[in-house]
């Protein structure tokens, strides 16, 4: 089963404002990722954030990540139309020997222009 | 650089035909490989990953199967399409010594009528 589940499944903002998706996961990880799916397109990586970091940014992204609540956010600073696009937050667990990776079923976010 | 190939992009096949997709990635020796299905608007879903050449293992019991030929070559098998094979199949690599980040090809949109 998907241990990443992101909230809102859709959100639809205009380009400028922010755009906020959360994931929540269940077993203890050694980190979270967030990826990026273009329609009809392969997964693009986005940002990684270890257990024990808190927040992280990557230009207009900023990751946030509470292993006691289980959950991190993705927040997307003054959205462009080009971000419209789903994404998925993924976690790396930590047992397992492949490094097998749990996604969620994603968040499509429409910015319109 | 690192850079991970998938073909076909797209395939209609009759019920009951095989089925053979095949990933190779360039620039990287003994890679994790994995292949996913995605079905419409929903997230991934891991169907095999293979640690290296002739070690698959497999995630979901179904009429599909995978193989690793070479070291960086991993290919998606049937012997007999099912209507419910129909999705998008992503193959994944990761390299030794990351923290796990996977890179995705492009993807094949497999339609069995």
């Known amino acids: 089963s998907q241990q990443g589940e992101e909230d809102p499944q859709a959100l639809s903002i205009q380009e400028g404002e922010n755009a906020t998706m959360n994931c929540s996961y269940k077993t203890s990880i050694n980190n979270l990722q967030w990826y990026r799916q273009n329609s009809g397109r392969g997964l693009v990586h986005l940002i990684l954030?270890?257990?024990?970091?808190r927040e992280k940014h990557s230009g207009r992204l900023r990751v946030t990540l509470d292993t006691s609540k289980k959950s991190s956010s993705l927040l997307i600073t003054a959205s462009r139309a080009a971000d419209t696009a789903s994404y998925f937050c993924?976690?790396?667990?930590?047992?397992?020997?492949?490094?097998?990776?749990?996604f969620g079923s994603g968040t499509q976010l429409t910015v319109l222009p | 650089s690192q850079t991970i190939h998938q073909w076909p992009a797209t395939l209609v096949q009759p019920v009951g035909s095989p089925l053979s997709l095949e990933c190779t990635v360039e620039?990287?020796?003994?890679?994790?490989l994995y292949w996913y299905r995605q079905a419409a608007g929903r997230g991934l879903q891991l169907l095999f990953y293979s640690v290296g050449i002739g070690q698959i293992s497999s995630e979901v019991p179904q009429n599909l199967s995978a193989s690793r030929p070479q070291d960086r070559q991993f290919i998606l098998s049937s012997k007999k399409l099912l209507l419910s094979d129909s999705g998008f199949y992503l193959c994944a690599f990761r390299y030794g010594g990351s923290p796990n980040e996977q890179y995705f090809g492009p993807g094949t949109r497999l339609t069995v009528t």
């Open positions: 620039g990287t020796s003994n890679p994790n």
């Open positions: 954030i270890r257990s024990n970091e």
């Open positions: 993924a976690t790396d667990p930590a047992s397992g020997s492949a490094r097998q990776l749990t």
